[in-house]
């Protein structure tokens, strides 16, 4: 065994050259080859040569054979991938580089159709981002579409979707058989101490089956336990996640421990997962139980719990719905609380997306029309370049290249531009859904979970194919049918083309209309915003500082103690450097919260006969209507306004109008009710009509009553200061300090950021709209442009022998713009009756606007006709400047 | 014989040293046979690929040893020369020879 004992001795060959004939190698052969090479290797020592010579050999061979042996591995390989070439893969990666190579010579016209089809794919993308996150991913919870918002509902009273009482509540869980779990709960604050410095937590108190509802198991402990439904139970709490990592650094020791709320004991028992998501943000969560005094008969009326219930398997929705109907009339006739109210049931997540969908679909609306201005260019781009490429063509036809062949080549070409474009578009889309998220307005549920995941890339990617394959095909369409002996004429190409103008004239109808839709949805929207932005909130916003307290019902159960809490928190306040005046109110305008009571008018039985009334109640302190610039006819509230003073009451002008449209109501009597009951009280003053509930919004009856006569819990401390705001910030912290240790303050904001909060949802679909509308006519725009050019271009020769048979350059002047205007008017046309058919889906989004607004119609068709025609001035322009002798001898 | 068939210089060198190895042709033996008698470096890899060449059109044939029966003993391919692949080898030499029939070939060339 010569041999093996040669191996045995061996040095082993170089380690990269076997590696790089391992690698290039056949792999028929390559096992033979390396066998070989060791071999003579091994011989090669064996013959004495040295180790240096071994390796210079093997190094030598392996490089010599590499050409061969990659030529017989491109031979050889190729049926180990039949199965792929069945599906056209060998083929599709050829043409892949056959038309890279051919795009390559033509960097300008493949960066113009890929930026343009960017800017329509990147917006289509970031907004179906947004729309992915809040409308179509569905609810974290398991099978969500079987989750529903239970509503009590009285369409008669204008109450179609009510919050439910708590004995209603109890009698949905115990009678209805198409749920398997019915859950209420409430938004609740709590006020934290021992735990830093004193701070508001937001709550949600909810009955104990919420969680198995819901589906959500505890990351750490457990939920509530049943007994948590009885009254009178252990004060427990569930943590959010986050609250568990802040303040218990994600020890699971907290289980057991106590957190001190409102001044309480309650125990830890359970942290929820880190992905949990609920529609209310809440960092605790407390069994809500029911006490005999909250199953009262009056305590039908009083409803205010959030109703959330689980559809048993097999149960439709309207099964559900007759149950609860058959519920209802039950309830009706057997509680004068319940008589006229019937259930409403609702699916969770369409609850949630409520009028959201509509913005979301009128964005994606908009963005698909910039998309579809965006291929109108490129399609125009495409359609330039099938025509310069038609001699190619012919000759490649005429050598035996199929229609289908020729196709197939355009296709990919395109195909791969769009492709281009998107991945553009996404890196594009990922860098414009953070501000896009930050104007949002904050409201949208779930607007936290937009990105840019697998979902948007695909579905970014499945438009650009779409948009591949229109493109392709809408060129081809309008390409001119060519005879066998066209390739004779093939020289003449200046000649050609001109049966593709049709489809030209076509796109640019389409585009003049398309961005005069988007441009009048725009206008009426910014015709809205400006109405609204002129309505009169009934308050000036300038310069005024709002901060919310409340104080805590144990340490200020009596009314003189809020009151005198109330009167040195302002006194002091109002020394404050810079603080020209204050005040304060149980409800500030915009911020939310309202409060409504009935009310009668001493001495006229037919108001309180006929109807129930009922108004927006305010308990505000003296100085709130000047601190707020409110308008005020008779007088404002004094210091003796108190529980020592007479009761007095402000009403606002609605109510004086509606009531004493004839005479001065000042000095007339009303009652009020409150939290202590009817009042009667002397109307002393007659405020102007603030609109509460927002710009939008009709105002309403509303009475004010003086803070010191009805101090409620809970103030908003109004101050108008000539100050920097942060300042002031500071000062009331400090001043709330020295008056109470334990008391925190929030929502400490500019009066002007809570109007601007309200508009910010109407701010951002005017945003977006507009920027989708002006790069849409931007887009038209250059579009015809483009087209004009070409086709005055194209008409050289013609314009030549006009002129050379005596048309001035007026005449070409007249002749070429005026094609083109009357594309665009035909664009305009066009595009107002469709905006006149779109625009009424806009209606429920303006604001004393009309959806079909003759003012914004005329103004935006003069405004596209004003820029098409200077758009086509200058490609008329030069078709005018023709010289006849130059044009003639091109020919 | 079909027309194009022709076998290339390299592939008649790699029959002739088949013919020479009798039945001791493969990889090793046929580049070092080449290789020796030409004094010229031959690459395995061209060895290979003109082996592959020929078994495609059939005149030669390899089969696969069994692995030699020690430690680490390697299987080899061997090959051989096919019926068809002596006709055409017998073939190109034949053209050859009726091209140099008449003339002192030598003579002629040392004339030039």
Redesign the interface.
Known sequence: ?K??ER?ATAQLPPRLARAL?AAV??S??R???L???A??FA?LLAEGNDRRQARHWYW??VI??????L??RSA?SRPRFRGWSRFGLTALLRDVHFATRRLRSRPGYVATVVLTLALGLGACTAIFGVAHAVLLRPLPYPLPDRLLTVWESNPEKGNRLSLVSPPTFLDVRQSAGAFSHVAAYGGNTFELTGLGYPQHVAAIAATPGIFSLLGVSMAVGSGFPREAEQPGGDAIVVLSYQFWRRWFGGDSDAIGRTLKLDGQDFRVVGVLPERFWFPAAADLWTPLAFGPAQITEGMRGARYLQTLARLKPGVSPEQARSEMTGLADHLGSAHPNNAGWGFQLESLHDHLVGDYRRLLVLLLGAVGFVLCIACANVVNLVMARANERRGEKLIRAALGATKLRLLRDALVENLLLALLGAAVAIAAAFWMVTPLVRLAPAAIPRLDQVAIDGWVIAFCLSLSLAVGLVLTLVARLSEPRDSDHAILRVSGARTAGHTGHRVRRLLIVGEVALSLVLLIGAGLMLRSFLRLHDVDPGFRTDGVMTASLSLPRARYASNEARVSFFRDLLAQTEILDGVVSVGATTNLPMAGSTMRFGFGIDGRADASLNERLAAEYHAASPGYFRTMGIALRGRSFVASDNSDGAPVVIINQSMARRFWPASDPVGERITVVSQDGPVSREIVGIVADVRHAGLASEPRLEVYVPLAQDPWPFVTVVARTVRGETLLTGQLRDQLLTLDQALPLSRVQPLERLVATWLAPLQFQLVLVGVFALVALLMAMLGMYGVISYVVSRRVNEIGIRMALGARQRDVLRNVAGEAIGLAGAGVVLGTAAAAVLTGSLASLLYEVSPTDPATFAAISLLVLAVASAACFVPAYQAARVDPICALRQE | MPKGDYLGEFEQLVLVALLRLKDRG???TV??EIQSRTDR?V????V??SL?RLERKGYVLATVSEP?P????????YFRITHTGAEALKHAREIMRRMTDDIAVDAELDAI
């Open positions: 065994m041999q093996s191996r004939i190698a056949p028929r052969d096992r033979f080859i066998d070989d090479l071999e003579e011989i030598r061979q010599a054979s590499v050409p061969s042996s030529r017989r050889v | 493969y990889g090793v580049r070092r470096q690459a395995i890899g061209a290979y690929a592959e030699e020690v430690p680490g003993g390697r299987a080899k391919k």
